[in-house]
């Protein structure tokens, strides 16, 4: 996947009202950003921070430029759009990268299930099994090359443990993937310390017969692609 157009470095100064960024560019000059990202961004909105945007001649557009791209701790490149890492496993999944959800026969995006709501990937078999597959973003890196998710108290991301489990027990097969859109991380744990509930359903959820796989991303300042796949941790409780 590419980016949409070639980047434009700049300087973070400040992320504010989730959705906005100020921006100073090499020129200089200061813009206001749009920020695809809804969540904490812990450990990704460091002030003073090298990033990445991308700019739109829509006419239409509020702001014309998108932020893409952090560097974390001076190393490493994270991607802080949250409308990629679907698009990414689509693609992998298309194209036979992910080994452990090929061979399906149909592959559907954002259909309903659950109580009121969609799965990121619905794959169908010739023989009409079926595999619901989530995708969860993962930027939290804290220390020795080990990723955290999620990197702020989610409901919503535990009530889709449990739609999983309950696709596992009305005989379908149900994977969480953890997209590792950071490429300072080696591994994947539930975050316990972040999301203690989360990190108990996880474990709960898994020994109920739900699959969990974890891809990194490799990033550059082109575009990204599902590279390799990483370890998933059981959660640690203190």
């Known amino acids: 996947m590419n980016f949409p157009t070639p980047l434009i470095e700049g300087t973070l100064i400040k992320r504010y009202k989730r959705f ?26 460091q002030d003073g921070a090298r990033v990445w945007l991308s700019e739109s001649d829509n006419p239409k557009r509020k702001l014309a430029y998108t932020w893409e791209l952090v560097e974390v ?4 490149l994270a ?23 090929s ?18 990937w619905l794959l169908t078999g010739d023989d009409g099994g079926k595999c619901y597959v989530e995708v969860k ?15 702020a108290i989610t409901e919503r991301g535990r009530k889709h443990l449990y739609e999983l489990a309950k696709m596992v027990e009305e005989g379908h097969r149900a994977v969480m993937l953890f997209c590792v859109s950071h490429t300072g991380i080696d591994s994947v744990t ?24 974890a891809y990194r991303v490799a990033i550059d300042l082109n575009g990204m692609a599902i590279s390799a796949r990483i370890p998933v941790l059981m959660p640690v409780f203190d």
Do not use: W
Not at 20 to 43: F, W, Y
Not at 79 to 101: D, M, Q, R, S, W
Not at 106 to 113: D, S
């Open 20 to 45: 906005l960024s100020d921006i100073q560019l090499l020129s200089g000059e200061v813009v206001v950003a749009h920020c695809p990202n809804t969540g904490s961004m812990k450990r990704c909105q």
């Open 73 to 76: 701790d001076e190393v490493y």
């Open 79 to 101: 991607c802080i759009n949250t409308g990629y890492p679907n698009k990414l496993v689509g693609e992998a999944v298309a194209n036979g990268v992910i080994k452990e959800l």
């Open 103 to 120: 061979g399906y026969a149909e592959q559907k995006a954002e259909v309903k299930y659950g109580e009121k709501s969609r799965i990121d």
């Open 137 to 151: 973003n993962v930027t939290l890196l804290e220390e020795d090359g080990l990723g955290y998710f999620p990197d």
């Open 190 to 213: 539930p975050a316990a310390h972040v999301d203690e509930k989360y990190a108990k359903a996880f474990e709960e959820v898994v020994a109920r017969g739900v699959e969990v796989l």
